[in-house]
Structures are given as C-alpha cells and as structure tokens.
C-alpha cells in the first residue's frame, strides 16, 4: 500500500463544547424575547439575560431616577407579566439561562421560579445561574441597592432555598469580570473574587440554613464569572491559578473533601474594556484572542462562554452583530480539533512557574484581606474600591505614555476608511426613544388592573407587609419574595419595601485616596495643564477652580468618571465628585451650592440624550450659564453632535484616551466660558 494509500487515522473523541451564549435584551420583554428565540435557533445553546439599570437596581420604569434608562442596555422586567412575555414559547425546564442581576436576584429568580411553575417545569430540573454578587457592585458595577450587611443576607437566604428547592440551579456567579473592567490586575481578581466567595460560605455556614453535611452541595453549585483580557497565556495561567485556590480553599476551609464539588466552575465573558472605539474592526482579533485564553486549556477550561460584539465601544450592538460573535465560538468548537486532546498545557515549566507566581501573590492579597475582616470590611472601609482606582490609573497612565500600546489608538494610527463604520447610525443597535414612554405607561397599567381578570392577582398590600416583617426578623425571605411575585408586586414595589427596613447604601468612591499616577514632572503634560489651571484660577480671583464630576441617571459603570476626577485633582483642580446615581437636579444643586467652574457628566448606558440635555436647561434656568458642561461615555457621533448643538461645551467618547488632554480642554472650556483670553500653549 502506499503512502498515498494508507487508511486515514480514526477521528479522535471529541469533548462536549462550552455552553455557547450571547448576553442580550433591549426595548421590551416581547422584543427581547423574539430576540432570544432567534439566536437559539442559530446554534446559540444557553440564554444569558441582560436587565435594564431600573431593574438592576429596584425602580419601576416610571421613577425619576430611571428617565432615559428603559430598555437601554437590557430588557425591563417591572412584574410577573414582563418575565411572562420575556420567556414565552422558551421551555425554561430545557433551559440554561444565565441572569445577570445582582441586588434584585432574588426578586428575579422568583418571578422566574414562577413562570416555570406555570408552565408546567420540574422546579429540580431548573438550570441556569443568578450573578448574586453584590460585593463587585460596591466596587465596579454600581447596581447596589441596600447595605452590605443586608445584601449578604439576601445572597445567603437564595443560596439556602436553592440548594433544598432548586438544586440544579448556580445561586451565584461570584464575578471577577467586572473588577477586572475596574482596573484589577490578574492578582487583585483572583483574590478579590476568592475573598468574596469566602465571605459569602462563611456567611451560609454561619447562618445555620444549611447543615453542615449539605455544604458540599453549596460549594458544588458556586460559580464565578470571570474576565479574560488579551494577554491571553497570562489569563490563562490565572485560570488555572484561581482552579489550584479554589480547590485549597474549600477542602482546607470548610472540609469538602469531594474533588467534584471542588471544581473549580466558570463562565466567562471576555474583555470589554479593551474593546476600541478606533478601528473597532481590531476587536474582532482581540475578542477571539481573549476566547482563546479561557478554551485552550482542557483542565481550566470554561463552562459557558459569550463574547462581546466588535462594535460594542460605539453602541449597542445590532443581532447580526451578535451573531457574528457566535459564529466565533461555533467555528472553534466544530471547525478546530481543540476538543480532541486532553490539556495542552500539562507540564509546561513555564505555564507553571507562571501559575505558582499568581497563587502565591493572590495568597498574600487574600491574608491582607482576611486580617482587615474579610471582604465586606475591605469593601466598607474603601480598600478594596481605592486599590482598583489606583490600578486603573496605572493602566491609564501606561496607555498614554505609549509603554501599553494598543492598536488603533496610540500605536499604527493611520487606517484605511472602513466599510464597517461608513455610516455610524447603522453600525449600532438604536433604542427607539418611545419604547420608554409605552413601558412606562403598561407597568401603570398593570398596577391599576393587576387584580381584575384575566390576571386575578390577589391584592398585594399584605404580601408587601409580610416582606417587610420577614425582613425584620431573621428567617429566610425567599417565601415573602415568591409571594409578592404571585400577587403581581412590582419590581419597585419589592425593592421599596426592603428600602424601608434595610436603607440604601452609597458606595466609597476610591477617587481621593487614589495615589497619583502621573507625576507632574517640569516639562511633561500635566505640568503645563497645572500651570493653567492655576493662572485661571488666578484670573478668576479664586483659590482654586472647582470641578463637578456627575454620574446622572443610574449608570453604575464609574471608571471613566473616576479616572477624571483623580487627574483633574492631580491637575490641580479641587474635585466634586459624589458617586453614581444622581439625578439631574441633584447635581445641578450640588453644582450651584459649591459654586464650580465647570461640570462633567459620565454615561455609558445610553441615557445621555434625555439627561445631559436636562442638567443643561436647569443650569440655565439658574443662571449658571458661565458653567460649561462637558460630556463623556459611550455616544455615537449623531448624537454628539445634537449634544453639541443643545449647549455641551465638548464630548469625549472611548477613543479619546489622553486624560490630561481632556483635563486641559476643560481648562480651555472654562475660560472661553468666562470670556479669558486663551492661554498659549508650550511648543
């Protein structure tokens, strides 16, 4: 026989593939849903639901706080009949569904338990995850709602009934994801994601919920949700590196003496944060190097993935932007023999050596929080938010040095036009403006008809009351929660009511413990945005110019808007800065009260068109029209331009990443606003 001839080798045995998802919702629950059934009919083989900010964070779609928020980056969810609508025709006990939600977990996932109950589901047969992580929202997302004492106690009394109840089912995705979106270095995301999840077994245990015996099965049904950046063999050594603490932890700590319920178990979405507004066509390489990290390695390997669309730093992306990130995933898993062979990786030194570094520096990080008082100590004495502040500072300051290049944006700047982005208005998904104003009028609707046919919810008055009184106690709230959601309570109307007994929360914002992260050397960018900052001043006869940071609306994602309050302080400015979650009159008051010479606002979620305009008309109805308002966040280029046009002095989106240039255009704002000659600039 020759070579020619010889018999081809038999296939070998291939792995079973990661859950493949696309985190989606927009507009409404019926749009969202046509959504969902239309990307599991391409191949897509596990839901990952995206909430709206007002759902996240406990608000109807009529509050004030949620104008201009509806439907913006995920779907509204105000009561029973939305998670109706939302999962129709979608048979939840065939299901894997992801939901991200976090402070409203519990409100979410019994609505859901309740739609599977009326359709008929094996509640034991339930699958899917509820994120549940509420110490990440302290110190990235901003979808907190209550204190950390109270939130551990939601996150508890879930992972008790679900254990007993829904035993399929991932209570928590302890989510390193968006520390890393925060700044975290590898080290910081293992160890703050670990110190979370010790702080939340030791709450379970602590709790006597659970018999000890059972903790095996806790343990066995955490998850972690987790980041993988472009630096692909790094993220991936930290993958194994978080699997090897992982297992140390649970046997040493807590006795689970099961390898399985040892696994250490995984989704992930990669990197959102390098994504870029320059050549965004270069994200499509970055997003499949940042897959690679998390599926080359069989023994770390992810259970669920889903990818970022490339446009996703100008917008929302559009379905068969979507699709494309799929087809991704798809074309790795069928295409590639990546799933023929066991780990690729076993016996590298230099993966090894790599993996034993993380541990150990992870090690230390977790004792130093452990000797502060575990997680939730290190989140409400600021810690934990100042360190990543300071992290993402460094990361900013090595981009615009150029000692971090990234393509597109400070390195190989020069680009042929792309056919992509030739028309920007349909590159993106755009949330029709009037979507609001219909959800808003059915969650009124519904609370005005919800006990008449064909609904015939119970009045709802007492299930509120008996929330509330279980809240005062100490007994699970799980029974209260499913209650309210079969009495047609609104996700406002459940929030409102731990409101009352838990209070709310305002979250350290990290920005003045923050170190300095580019030194005003003689000569250097910051130095000469210095010296102007402080002839204006002088110029204006005062002290100091003062600079009002605003997050408006309930976008939590506080990055941006922090990395310009730490270098206008750096530049010389004296900073306001209150936190997130503000609404436009709130900052406006603070604006007047503290008498600034200028204000920013930071929005990525979309709402920029309804909320910058307003913080405009309300400075104006004031007087304060030597104020100029700078705007900056995730806006495409038609609606900087209506911005512009309604008064905002300058916008700044992604691709402008030269933070001391931003601070001295401000510098520039503030004096053309009060009629100052321009200052020259050093050659």
Request: net charge negative; glycine share 8%.
């Amino acid at each position: 026989m020759t070579e020619r001839q010889t018999a081809p080798s038999a296939r070998k045995e291939r792995d079973r593939p990661w859950l493949m998802r696309t985190y989606a919702g927009h507009s409404t629950a019926e749009a969202s849903n046509e959504l969902y059934r239309r990307n599991l009919a391409k191949g897509q083989t596990g839901l990952s639901v995206a909430f709206d900010l007002p759902t996240q964070t406990g608000y109807d779609p009529d509050h004030v706080l949620a104008r201009g928020e509806v439907g913006r980056v995920g779907v509204p969810v105000a009561h029973l009949g939305d998670m109706r609508r939302l999962l129709q025709d979608i048979p939840l006990e065939q299901m894997n569904t992801s939901m991200t939600i976090n402070a409203t977990a519990m409100w979410l996932l019994a609505l859901y338990q309740v739609v599977a109950e009326e359709q008929g589901a094996d509640l034991t047969r339930l699958q899917g995850t509820t994120q549940n992580d509420i110490v990440k929202e302290y110190l990235s997302r901003g979808t907190h709602v209550f204190p950390p004492g109270p939130s551990l106690r939601l996150t508890t009394d879930l992972i008790a009934y679900t254990v007993t109840h829904l035993p399929k089912w991932n209570p928590i995705n302890i989510c390193s994801y968006h520390l890393q979106e925060a700044g975290a270095t590898p080290v910081q995301e293992i160890a703050y994601a670990m110190s979370t999840a010790i702080a939340v077994l030791d709450a379970v245990r602590d709790s006597g919920q659970v018999p000890q015996e059972r903790m095996g099965d806790v343990v066995g049904r955490i998850s972690f949700f987790v980041n993988a950046g472009v630096r692909f063999v790094e993220e991936m050594c930290k993958m194994r590196a978080f699997g090897r603490i992982w297992d140390r932890v649970t046997r040493e700590r807590y006795g689970i003496e099961n390898p399985k319920h040892r696994r250490f178990r995984y989704g992930v979405q990669v990197n959102s944060l390098g994504l870029t507004e320059a050549q965004p066509e270069n994200n499509v390489q970055r997003i499949v190097l940042e897959m690679l990290a998390v599926t080359l390695s069989k023994d770390a390997r992810a259970r669920a993935v889903q990818l970022p669309a490339w446009n996703e730093a100008l917008g929302l992306p559009r379905p068969w932007d979507q699709q494309w990130s799929l087809r991704i995933q798809q074309v790795l898993a069928y295409e590639s023999d990546l799933l023929e062979y066991g780990d690729l990786f076993e016996g590298s030194t230099v993966v090894e050596a790599k993996v034993a570094e993380l541990v150990e520096r992870a090690g230390a990080e977790m004792d130093r929080i452990e000797e502060m008082g575990g997680a939730m100590a290190a989140v409400e004495s600021g810690y934990l938010k100042s360190q990543l502040v300071a992290s993402h500072a460094a990361r900013r300051a090595r981009i615009e040095s150029g000692e971090e290049k990234i393509i597109g944006v400070n390195a190989f700047e020069s680009t042929e036009p792309s056919p992509l982005t030739a028309d920007l208005d349909t590159a993106i998904q755009t949330v029709d403006p009037e979507v609001e104003e219909r959800v808003v009028a059915a969650v009124r609707e519904w609370r005005e008809t919800r006990w008449q046919p064909p609904f015939n919810h119970p009045r709802c008055s007492s299930a509120l009351d008996r929330l509330k009184e279980a809240a005062r106690g100490t007994g699970n709230l799980m029974e209260a929660t499913l209650e309210c959601a079969r009495c047609g309570v609104t996700t406002g109307e459940w929030a409102g009511a731990l409101r009352e007994v838990f209070g709310e929360f305002r979250a350290p914002t990290g920005v003045s413990s923050a170190p300095v992260a580019v030194p005003a050397e003689e000569g250097s960018a910051l130095a000469d945005v210095r010296r102007r900052v402080e002839v204006t001043a002088r110029d204006l006869g005062v002290g100091k110019l003062r600079f009002l940071v605003g997050k408006p609306g309930l976008d939590g994602h506080s990055n941006g808007a922090e990395q310009i309050a730490v270098r206008a302080r750096d530049a010389g400015f004296e900073v306001v800065y209150q936190g997130i979650r503000l609404t436009p009159e709130q900052i406006v008051d603070a604006a007047l009260a503290e008498d600034v010479h200028a204000v920013g606002l930071s929005i990525l979620s979309g709402s920029h068109a309804r909320l910058v305009p307003d913080v405009l008309d309300r400075l104006r109805v004031a007087g304060a029209t030597e104020v100029p308002v700078i705007a900056g966040g995730i806006i495409p280029s038609s609606d900087a331009a209506a911005l512009r046009a309604a008064g905002v002095a300058a916008v700044f989106t992604p691709k402008d990443f030269d933070i001391t240039g931003i601070i001295g255009r401000i510098v520039d704002e503030i004096r053309l606003a009060n009629k100052l000659d321009p200052l020259e600039v050093p050659a």
